[in-house]
């Protein structure tokens, strides 16, 4: 069991080790100005020094993030599901979805903004805004992927559109939803920290927007590594939710993959 930890833990911990390690050379070495790159040290100690100011803004974006990726995640879900009782309704309204997808998210921000003003509405619609993607496409390729024997056998039972959505369909797309979601946890933080960016008085993107307006480079690098840590944590916690829900899948019960094999790990 120890050895599986290590196995897991390891590669990431050394790289972060080197990491860090090329990054106070690079500081020590090239005489980088602390506005321009201060170094880890440094950084560590802001971190340390202004914990909780830091993590009473990472708690806002987090909430944000869980809110907007529940929001997006759900209608996602249900969409796909309209998507298999018409095909008519698919065809019409999916490139559509691949289109608003293509369009950039700092685009947007102030057009969001600017509709659900500066609280915390804007920031959880943009959150689920970029949610909704991923999961709606892994919704419908796991919906619409099945055995054409299992569905054959249904047919024989003479069983109901609503029958085979439930005990066929949902099921099989299940792995497919949940890498969408472990896509779209991380993309959740992005959007909330872009929307505090156009406009919040709170949240770790505004703590990076403001102590970069005034050059305070070691607070803008902690609150990065806060973001990091917050997408990081989220993802695992979606990894965590399908090895409970999804625990019959050799994929779930293998850590559904590489990185879920090391956040598994971890947490």
Same mark, same amino acid.
């Given at each position: 069991?120890?050895?599986?930890?290590?196995?897991?833990?390891?590669?990431?911990?050394?790289?972060?080790?080197?990491?860090v390690?090329?990054?106070?050379?690079a500081?020590?070495?090239?005489s980088?100005?602390?506005?321009?790159?201060?170094?880890?040290?440094?950084?560590?100690?802001?971190?340390?020094?202004?914990?909780?100011?830091?993590?009473?803004h990472a708690?806002?974006? /987090?909430?944000?993030?869980?809110? @907007?990726?529940?929001?997006?995640g =759900?209608? $996602?879900?249900?969409?796909? &599901?309209?998507?298999? !009782?018409?095909?008519?309704?698919?065809?019409?309204?999916?490139?559509?979805?691949?289109?608003?997808?293509?369009?950039?998210?700092?685009?947007?921000?102030?057009?969001?903004t600017?509709?659900?003003?500066?609280?915390?509405?804007?920031?959880?619609?943009l959150?689920?805004?970029?949610?909704?993607?991923?999961?709606?496409?892994?919704?419908?390729?796991?919906?619409q992927?099945?055995?054409?024997?299992?569905?054959?056998?249904?047919?024989?039972?003479?069983?109901?559109?609503?029958?085979v959505?439930?005990?066929?369909?949902?099921p099989?797309? /299940?792995?497919?939803?949940?890498? @969408?979601m472990?896509?779209?946890? =991380?993309? $959740?933080?992005i959007?909330? &920290?872009?929307?505090? !960016?156009?406009?919040?008085?709170?949240g770790?993107?505004?703590?990076?927007k403001?102590?970069?307006?005034?050059?305070?480079?070691?607070?803008?690098?902690?609150?990065?590594i806060?973001?990091a840590?917050?997408?990081?944590?989220?993802?695992?916690?979606?990894v965590?939710?399908?090895?409970?829900?999804?625990?019959?899948?050799?994929?779930?019960?293998?850590?559904?993959?590489e990185?879920?094999?090391t956040?598994?790990?971890?947490?």
């Open positions: 069991m120890k050895m599986l930890i290590l196995k897991r833990i390891g590669p990431p911990t050394i790289a972060l080790i080197l990491f390690l090329g990054w106070e050379l500081v020590r070495l090239l980088f100005s602390p506005l321009i790159l201060p170094g880890p040290y440094v950084v560590l100690c802001v971190l340390w020094g202004r914990m909780g100011y830091l993590v009473t708690g806002i974006t /987090l909430g944000e993030s869980v809110s @907007g990726f529940l929001l997006g =759900t209608v $996602a879900i249900l969409l796909a &599901v309209i998507f298999q !009782f018409s095909d008519r309704l698919e065809r019409a309204l999916y490139p559509y979805v691949i289109a608003f997808k293509a369009i950039p998210l700092v685009a947007l921000a102030p057009l969001v600017v509709w659900c003003g500066t609280g915390i509405f804007s920031k959880v619609v959150a689920s805004v970029i949610s909704f993607f991923p999961v709606l496409v892994n919704a419908v390729v796991g919906m992927s099945l055995a054409i024997e299992s569905l054959d056998l249904m047919t024989t039972w003479s069983a109901s559109q609503w029958q959505l439930i005990k066929l369909r949902i099989n797309a /299940l792995p497919s939803i949940f890498a @969408g472990k896509i779209s946890a =991380t993309f $959740a933080v959007g909330s &920290v872009v929307a505090e !960016f156009v406009g919040s008085q709170s770790i993107g505004y703590v990076i403001s102590s970069s307006y005034y050059l305070d480079t070691d607070l803008t690098f902690a609150a990065i806060v973001s840590l917050i997408g990081l944590l989220f993802f695992g916690a979606v965590l939710l399908e090895r409970m829900v999804v625990f019959w899948h050799p994929k779930a019960q293998a850590g559904t993959s990185q879920g094999n956040l598994g790990g971890l947490l």
